[in-house]
Structures are given as C-alpha cells and as structure tokens.
C-alpha cells in the first residue's frame, strides 16, 4: 500500500516562497509519475504540477508556469513543489498525488491512484 505524507505549507506574504514536500511510502518510487492538485476554497481541484517517472517531463498550470517548479529526489523518495512569487489565488489546499501508470496524461485527476492528505498554504495581500 502507497502511503503520502505532505510536508510544508503554512502562510506568507505575497511575493514570498515556501516549498512543499511529499514523502512516499511503499511501491517503487522510481517506477511513479507524480504531481500535485490544490483547491481553494468553493472551487474545484485543479492540477498544478506533474512530472513523469523517469524525470524528463515536467508540465504545469499556466497559472504557476514561471513561478511554481515541481521535483523529485528517487534518493529520499520525495516530491517537492518550490512555490516562488506567491500570490493571494495560490491559496488553497495543496495535495500530492501519485501514480503508477508511466504513460498516461498526468492532468487529470483520474490519473491518480494515491493521494496525500493534503495541505494548507495562505498567501496574504
């Protein structure tokens, strides 16, 4: 069983960074794509970040496209989100999502098969 434990969030000021990270538990960390949705308050989920399993493709939102960067460490087998120039519409709730399918879209949420906990990051005006 593949288990998700975020890390991070918190609230800053706009213009501010602050970096979210997901730990993964079981299955073969190397063998995942993985990403990450949000979802502020009365909205839907959106998808944020992705990247795939063998490192070569990243794909965003074009809402954090220049701002938000997502990685992974296969070492320590964790996820990250490095959130750069925060604005107040980045609030919401942050959740990681991993999948062991290797070669489908990783935009939408069906794609994912595990899901964190997620989040809560604020960003102030």
């Known amino acids: 069983q593949v288990q998700l434990e975020q890390y991070g969030g918190g609230l800053v000021q706009a213009g501010g960074s602050l970096r979210l990270s997901c730990a993964v538990f079981?299955?073969?960390?190397?063998?995942?794509?993985m990403g990450w949705f949000r979802q502020a308050p009365g909205k839907d989920r959106d998808f944020v970040a992705a990247i795939n399993w063998n490192h070569d493709n990243t794909f965003y939102a074009d809402s954090v496209k220049g701002r938000f960067t997502i990685s992974r460490d296969n070492t320590k087998n964790t996820l990250y989100l490095q959130m750069n120039s925060l604005k107040p519409e980045d609030t919401a709730v942050y959740y990681c999502?991993?999948?062991?399918?290797?070669?489908?879209?990783?935009?939408?949420?069906?794609?994912?098969?595990?899901w964190g906990r997620g989040t809560q990051v604020t960003v102030s005006s």
């Open positions: 999502v991993v999948t062991d399918d290797l070669y489908g879209s990783l935009e939408p949420m069906y794609a994912y098969d595990y």
């Open positions: 079981g299955g073969t960390f190397s063998r995942m794509s």
